[in-house]
């Protein structure tokens, strides 16, 4: 029951990041950033939201990744989600929009198919490859439109970084900017943790790979026993 459930988790978000990633392809390729919010908002929420079910996964025991690590990857995505990109129109249509969203896309539709195939014991190796590779790229990437977005929410909250600006803000504006900068800071310590658990993953999983594969060549067949 548990790994069906995992299973069918994990191919539907495959499925609706690449819808989300498909959509902004297309309005990259036609030139049309300024409507991409429009078409991608629901889809994204959707399957963005529905990643928060991760940190219950691990707090549950139904996953091993630890809860800690989930939460850290969850929240960042699901606050510039619904804190920035759905708060402030002109982190909405912007490039950093688009990086976001298309890194995110690109990083979760093999990462999802890969825990589905993974559940089978039947990962092709340029899924392997995919899973634990494509987060050097990316994750520098979508790191940068995410605070790009809140870049521009903050902008868009307070018109202009001044003191004078900030006093004269309504008291929720206030709030919400105070906590967009407070969390684009802990970006700072945040994402080269994030970067090195990665890293040290992809060393121990491609590791455990090469100790896998060498164990099936040394592994004795009736053919190359000799008889007594």
């Known amino acids: 029951m548990k790994q069906a459930y995992l299973i069918f988790y994990n191919l ?5 990041w690449l819808y989300v990633l498909f959509i902004c392809i297309k309005h990259v390729t036609e030139d049309s ?25 691990a707090i549950f025991g139904l996953v091993k990744s630890p809860w800690v690590v989930a939460l850290m990857q969850v929240f960042s995505r699901v606050w510039t989600l619904w ?3 759905d708060v402030a129109p002109t982190a909405q249509n912007s490039i ?8 995110w896309g690109l990083v979760e539709v093999p990462r999802y198919l890969f825990y589905a195939m993974n559940l089978v014991n039947n990962v092709p190796y340029p899924l392997f490859w995919l899973r634990y590779s494509l987060f050097a790229v990316l994750y520098p990437t979508g790191i940068t439109g995410e605070l790009g977005c809140m870049y521009l ?3 868009y909250l307070i018109k202009s970084f001044t003191l004078e600006a900030l006093l004269k803000m309504p008291p929720e ?4 900017f105070v906590l967009i900068v407070v969390v684009a800071l802990t970006y700072i310590p945040g994402s080269p943790k ?11 999983q491609f590791s455990e ?20």
């Open 173 to 176: 504006k206030m709030l919400l």
């Open 153 to 155: 929410a903050a902008l």
């Open 209 to 228: 790979l090469r100790m896998s594969n060498n164990n099936k060549e040394k592994k004795p067949t009736k053919s190359n026993i000799k008889k007594n």
């Open 33 to 57: 950033i300024d409507k991409l919010w429009g078409e991608v908002e629901i889809p994204l929420k959707i399957v963005q939201t529905a990643a928060v079910l991760e940190v219950f996964h």
């Open 194 to 204: 994030m970067y090195g658990h990665m890293v040290k993953t992809r060393i121990k």
């Open 12 to 16: 539907a978000s495959c499925v609706g």
């Open 83 to 85: 804190a920035v990109m």
């Open 96 to 103: 950093f929009t688009v990086m976001a969203c298309a890194s």
